[in-house]
T-cell receptor, first 117, second 115 residues
Framework: AQKITQTQPGMFVQEKEAVTLDCTYD???????LFWYKQPSSGEMIFLIY??????QNATEGRYSLNFQKARKSANLVISASQLGDSAMYFC??????????????FGGGTRVLVKP | KAGVTQTPRYLIKTRGQQVTLSCSPI?????VSWYQQTPGQGLQFLFE???????NKGNFPGRFSGRQFSNSRSEMNVSTLELGDSALYLC??????????????FGPGTRLTVT
């Protein structure tokens, strides 16, 4: 079974509107971390936001927020007020176990977002 | 702080050759991870080094190896290159400790083409 599933291969969003990128995950670990990364056409992966499995509140970082639904094993990324510079591939990733177990990330297949002016 | 640097940025090699890629982490980061990105397989974890020791290993053949030096710089080596090794190789560094989120910061990648 896929550990990280991103069901939206690509989507268009109008500039200044909000967009939600879906991510579901599968793990039997109680301790895990969920990450979202942005990859522009230049190729570099940019860290956006983190959610720990024990965090009770949804994470927010500027225009990025994470809608964490633990029982549903869902960690959707919400980008508010989209900008042209948000056009990129977005990856959801999971680290299973605590920090002591190491930093192996499992990535989803990604969602390509294109912001239209 | 300077970001993660990777050298070289581009490489063209022939089947059967070997290649060494280098990664310098963010100052103070002791964990370095390597990932392979291809259109077909996506992003896949290769291995992680922490304090000069391999802490995690992905599901890649033994032709893929790595090491980390005392200054946390890391190298990965691919021997007997195959066409399927053509990929973007990404290095990431991270702090690693109690109460750390452990987010990884990626370098620009090395694009390897095997002909």
């Amino acid at each position: 079974a896929q550990k990280i599933t991103q069901t939206q291969p690509g989507m268009f969003v109008q500039e200044k509107e909000a967009v939600t990128l879906d991510c579901t995950y599968d793990t039997s670990d109680q301790s895990y971390g969920l990450f979202w990364y942005k990859q522009p056409s230049s190729g570099e992966m940019i860290f956006l936001i983190y959610q720990g499995s024990y965090d009770e509140q949804n994470a927010t970082e500027g225009r990025y927020s994470l809608n964490f639904q633990k029982a549903r094993k869902s960690a959707n990324l919400v980008i508010s007020a989209s900008q042209l510079g948000d056009s990129a591939m977005y990856f959801c990733a999971m680290r299973e176990g605590s920090w002591a177990a190491g930093n192996k990330l499992t990535f989803g297949g990604g969602t390509r977002v294109l912001v239209k002016p | 702080k300077a970001g993660v640097t990777q050298t070289p940025r581009y490489l063209i090699k022939t089947r059967g050759q070997q290649v060494t890629l280098s990664c310098s982490p963010i100052s103070g980061h002791r964990s370095v991870s390597w990932y392979q990105q291809t259109p077909g397989q996506g992003l896949q974890f290769l291995f992680e080094y922490f304090s000069e020791t391999q802490r995690n290993k992905g599901n890649f053949p033994g032709r893929f190896s790595g090491r980390q030096f005392s200054n946390s710089r890391s190298e990965m080596n691919v021997s007997t290159l195959e066409l399927g090794d053509s990929a973007l190789y990404l290095c990431a560094s991270s702090t690693s400790g109690l109460a750390e989120r452990g987010e990884q910061y990626f370098g620009p990648g090395t694009r390897l083409t095997v002909t």
